[in-house]
């Protein structure tokens, strides 16, 4: 089974600052899918960013982007320039490519606030 | 498109009720799936399903029943709710071309019971 941690329950910045969230994973599998989903206080979870495993370059949308480490089974966020609306709950989840049938495995989330 | 949409948003319920929690995409996802979110926690896959006719449970499926007669529906129902069962539900839906890709969630239901 594979086990998914983030060791930031919460971290707060100053607007416009960069802040990176990190996540740690466990797994015997090469094939795989990393996400980092937002959870605002509307609740609803939102998509972020993804990796696939076997792509050696970092994804990368707009101010969010990732640091994959395979090999170290790292996977952080960064986010540059933050902003008020960034401030929610972010998850980092796995999912296994062959068939996902599992479903995502997710860490315990990191609140991430951003003062004005 | 809707994308994935729940209802009811909000349920209370006494200990001992039974109701179904609905959930409908239309996006023509093969693959639908139900998390749970406790407080303090991430979600937590309850059951999913690969296709009309296809269910399976995941990590907690105990007092949870599912169905999939249709690509559109997956139905969450709770036999005899308890107060372990409060927290907040989630469905979602993927495409399945290469196996199961970006899961796409819908906006939840907070349950509770009494």
């Known amino acids: 089974a594979q086990t998914v941690t983030q060791s930031q329950p919460e971290m707060s910045v100053q607007e416009a600052e960069t802040v990176t969230l990190s996540c740690t994973y466990d797994?015997?599998?090469?094939?795989?899918?990393l996400f980092w989903y937002k959870q605002p206080p509307s609740r609803q979870m939102i998509l972020v960013i993804r990796?696939?495993?076997?792509?050696?370059q970092n994804a990368t949308e707009n101010r969010f982007s990732v640091n994959f480490q395979k090999a170290a089974k790292s996977f952080s966020l960064k986010i540059s320039d933050s902003q008020l609306g960034d401030t929610a709950m972010y998850f980092c989840?796995?999912?296994?490519?062959?068939?996902?049938?599992?479903?995502?495995?997710f860490g315990k989330g990191t609140h991430l606030i951003i003062q004005p | 498109n809707a994308g994935v949409t729940q209802t009811p948003k909000f349920q209370v319920l006494k200990t001992g009720q039974s109701m179904t929690l609905q959930c409908a995409q239309d996006m023509n996802h093969e693959y639908m799936s139900w998390y749970r979110q406790d407080p303090g926690m991430g979600l937590r896959l309850i059951h999913y399903?690969?296709?009309?006719?296809?269910?399976d449970q995941g990590e907690v499926p105990n007092g949870y029943n599912v169905s999939r007669s249709t690509t559109e529906d997956f139905p969450l129902r709770l036999l005899s709710a308890a107060p372990s069962q409060t927290s907040v539900y989630f469905c979602?839906?993927?495409?399945?071309?290469?196996?199961?890709?970006?899961?796409?969630f819908g906006p939840g239901t907070r349950l509770t019971v009494l």
């Open positions: 399903s690969v296709g009309a006719g296809i269910t």
């Open positions: 979602a839906s993927s495409y399945t071309g290469g196996g199961v890709d970006t899961q796409y």
């Open positions: 990796q696939e495993a076997y792509k050696q």
């Open positions: 797994t015997s599998e090469n094939n795989y899918y």
């Open positions: 989840a796995f999912m296994s490519r062959g068939g996902g049938a599992d479903g995502l495995t």
